[in-house]
């Protein structure tokens, strides 16, 4: 029987409502769930989850049960592979090892093709090593850095677990990377299948404070021709990018990129509570991680139709990244596409905070040298050694002000 037009047009609306609806519930459920393991995985029962600790092992153990109840196969006892730290990434020989584990969880498709999807879940314990707080030791929970990327590995394992897809799909929380990407170097040079199979690695490192005002860096694009076009069908609302080519960046991808795997690695930006105390649960943003986690699905799910992606090298910044002794004691917001280098966050009693410079400002020129972005920020830095003053030039809104610091 045959509908006329209006009643059509109230079908269709009604269909969208519904499909609108589901939607809501989905990303409500996923919220839920990702707070769940971030309140969890940064509470301070665990101390900061420092390597080689209790509380990092309370941290593994979570996230295996979280894969047992996902039903993910196994390569390991517990889904745990185990290493052992014997020397720093500072160089420094340690006299007893440090005893850790990656913990990974495998979905089989039978598949030629296999997908890595990573986030380290170690933090910095009690601050000792690599905090940037001043004051008495504190523990240091790591909401964001990174609570956040474990609670997405987590979900996309569960999402991935009731929809079969033409690759298979290895989960991997790293132990290690605070201290020099360790275990994702161990798991990269003791892959569990072989490492030709390995189609691409996704990295999800800091991705709980996404702002649609500023975007997320999506890095390690130039590592496949194909990323550029999949990242442009991508169609996910809310959703604001920035592109970085290099496969090369201090987190868990470039372990996978130095074994010519292509990367991504994704990463909502800097803030102030980085490195610190203040890195808590209650500061995420879940709706920002559900973008987040769509934008990751629609990429997996362009590639499952098409052939192993070929590799390309980058090249990387790094090796004409300007040397510097002094800085000026603040956290640059990576998110921002404007001239200049923008401050995220200042530390305490630091250069830029003793001479008055605060969050927002834009470092506009540093001695002689006009700063147009982080490099040619750097190369001022490069300028200077601990002792020397010179003039630092900041925008504040509209304003121009200029301070004068010593190193």
């Known amino acids: 029987m045959l509908l006329n037009k209006k009643k059509l047009l109230t079908c269709f609306f009604l269909v969208c409502v519904s499909l609108s609806a589901l939607s809501q519930v989905r990303d409500k459920k996923v919220k839920k769930e990702l707070k769940k393991h971030i309140e969890f995985l940064a509470s301070d029962s665990l101390l900061g989850r420092e390597t080689g600790t209790l509380g990092e092992e309370l941290a593994r153990q979570y996230?295996?049960?979280?894969?047992?109840?996902?039903?993910?196969?196994?390569?390991?006892?517990?889904?745990?592979?185990?290493?052992?730290?014997?020397?720093?990434?500072?160089?420094?020989?340690?006299?007893?090892?440090?005893?850790?584990?990656?913990?990974?969880?495998?979905?089989?498709?039978?598949?030629?093709?296999?997908?890595?999807?990573?986030?380290?879940?170690?933090?910095?314990?009690?601050?000792?090593?690599?905090?940037?707080?001043?004051?008495?030791?504190?523990?240091?929970?790591?909401?964001?850095?990174?609570?956040?990327?474990?609670?997405?590995?987590?979900?996309?394992?569960?999402?991935?677990?009731?929809?079969?897809?033409?690759?298979?799909?290895?989960?991997?929380?790293?132990?290690?990377?605070?201290?020099?990407?360790?275990?994702?170097?161990?798991?990269?040079?003791?892959?569990?299948?072989e490492l030709s199979a390995a189609n691409f690695m996704i990295n999800m490192d800091m991705v709980g404070r996404y702002d649609n005002q500023k975007g997320m860096v999506i890095g390690g694009v130039g590592t496949s021709p194909f990323w550029s076009d999949a990242l442009e069908n991508i169609s996910v609302n809310g959703l604001k990018t920035i592109l970085d080519s290099s496969g090369i960046g201090p987190s868990d991808h470039t372990s996978f990129y130095l074994k010519d795997i292509p990367v991504l690695h994704f990463f909502t930006g800097a803030h102030e509570d980085y490195h610190k105390p203040t890195d808590d649960a209650e500061k995420i943003n879940y709706q920002g991680m559900v973008i987040v986690m769509n934008t990751i699905i629609q990429i997996i799910n362009q590639t499952v139709t098409t052939p192993k992606l070929n590799f390309t090298k980058t090249k990387e910044k790094k090796n004409n990244t300007p040397k510097f002794s002094v800085t000026l004691g603040v956290i640059p917001d990576y998110l921002f596409d404007g001239q200049g280098m923008k401050i995220e966050g200042v530390l305490e009693g630091k250069t830029a905070k003793r001479a008055g410079i605060i969050s927002g400002?834009?470092?506009?020129?540093?001695?002689?040298?006009?700063?147009?972005?982080?490099?040619?920020?750097?190369?001022g830095l490069s300028k200077f050694s601990k002792g020397d003053k010179t003039q630092v030039t900041i925008k504040r809104g509209e304003q121009i002000i200029n301070f004068e610091i010593e190193f």
């Open 63 to 193: 996230i295996a049960q979280q894969f047992s109840k996902i039903n993910l196969s196994s390569f390991y006892p517990n889904y745990s592979q185990k290493f052992e730290i014997k020397t720093l990434h500072h160089h420094i020989k340690l006299d007893e090892p440090i005893v850790s584990h990656n913990v990974v969880g495998y979905i089989d498709n039978l598949s030629e093709k296999t997908i890595v999807i990573g986030a380290h879940y170690d933090h910095l314990g009690m601050g000792e090593e690599g905090s940037l707080y001043v004051g008495q030791k504190a523990i240091h929970n790591g909401a964001d850095d990174n609570a956040s990327g474990v609670a997405l590995l987590i979900e996309l394992a569960d999402y991935f677990s009731r929809r079969k897809i033409n690759s298979n799909l290895i989960f991997v929380a790293f132990s290690g990377e605070e201290k020099g990407l360790l275990g994702s170097n161990y798991f990269a040079d003791n892959f569990p299948i």
């Open 361 to 379: 400002d834009i470092v506009v020129k540093l001695g002689e040298i006009k700063v147009i972005d982080m490099m040619t920020y750097m190369e």
